[in-house]
């Protein structure tokens, strides 16, 4: 029998989706499941984007253009405006979602063999596209009891060789919900301009900042345009996960030379994703101010609840909807397993993504959950009740 590619045994299974069949499995007999574990907004879309696709008046779904429809780009344009990111249509290349994205600056920037720098833990996907693009992430670690924030500049350094390409970060971070400060992204300024390396910024979540610390764009270091690749995503902002819009954005014109062959190898970003992103920039003020609101009030009922239950611990999350708190279980995969297969509380259970996943160093993260506060307040509130009571069943508790 033919085997498979090194690549595919590689490939690490999402830690967000790999215990679906689970979860699949408590719901066929009946068991209401949390879904705690994947960042997919509950929230509606903006109306604007579902009207524009209603009133889709075309003979033909034709190709788009490769790097996506101008009229798009031009009014991205000032939407980036409004954060201090002066940008060209001609900087911004329109991908399959913020993956694609993130896969198309690996390919053209990496050579195989290559290492990025990531602080860990980091959103997963990220460990999969540096596998398909035969790179290395070389991964420094952020703890929970300093609140996820980023190392001193030595221990940068210390990972830093002659393969090294660039640094990935995530602002506002993915899985943990960290904001860096001025002074962390100023520090990474100065290593990327020291070390002549690339910046990969995945700034999705930029919309839900739940502090009066300042965004700081990769887009906003000076000294460093042309080293920065920014990538960003309709996804959350708009809770448009399924249309699949996302952009790469760069000043580095070789760079995006680079990408636009991969892009025109797959050929164009969705149609119809395009035409819902682009009439979501004219969602009203209140639509935004309304779901930054809801995820104040979620974020406050999440972590409130969460450092209620005996042993279990979360910092506060500064942005993006995520937390990563500590659990007193001997190993947060089988209980989260654990959770679907053998447990139900009043006929309900939750679901939760296994922070080891989000890890490169072995044996971190095993006593952490990534959770998603993506539900109403209610439901919020219900599962909270359902994890507390699921900690004091587990046979495998940690007292």
Known sequence: ?????????????????????????????????????????????PQAAIDAIRGIDRKVLEYSPSAGYRSYREKLIHYYAKFNINLTADDIIIATGGSEAVLFAFLSCLNPGDEIIVPEPAYANYMAFAISAGAK??????????????????????????????????NPNNPTGYLYSRREMNQIRDIVKK???????????????????????????????????????????????????????????????????????RLSPPLIGQIAAEASLDASLEYALETYDEYVERRKCLIDGLNRISGVYSPIPMGAFYTVAKLPVDDSDKFCAWCLSDFEY??????MAPASGFYTTPGLGRNEVRIAYVLNKKDLSRALLVLEKALEAYPGRVI
Do not use: W
Not at 19 to 40: E, T
Not at 249 to 255: A, D, E, G, Q, R
Not at 346 to 351: A, D, H, K, L, P
């Open 346 to 351: 009043e006929g309900q259970t939750v679901f």
């Open 137 to 170: 992430i070389r991964t420094i670690t952020t703890t929970i009891e300093e609140g996820f924030s980023l190392p001193k500049v030595e221990k940068f350094e210390k990972l830093i060789n002659e393969r090294t390409k660039g640094i990935l970060i995530c």
């Open 1 to 45: 029998m033919p085997t498979i590619s090194v690549r595919g045994n590689e490939m690490p299974a999402s830690p967000i989706r790999k215990l679906a069949p689970l979860a699949d499995a408590a719901k066929q007999k009946g068991i209401h499941v949390f879904h705690l574990n994947i960042g997919q907004p509950d929230l509606p879309t």
């Open 195 to 265: 070390y002549d390396l690339f910046l990969f910024s995945d700034e999705v979540y930029r919309e839900f900042i739940y502090t009066g610390s300042p965004y700081i764009s990769a887009c906003h270091l000076e000294g460093i345009e042309e080293n920065v690749v920014l990538i960003d995503s309709v996804s959350k902002r708009y809770s448009e996960c399924g249309i699949r819009i996302g952009m790469l954005i760069t000043k580095n014109k070789t760079v995006r030379d680079a990408v636009m062959k991969f892009c025109q190898a």
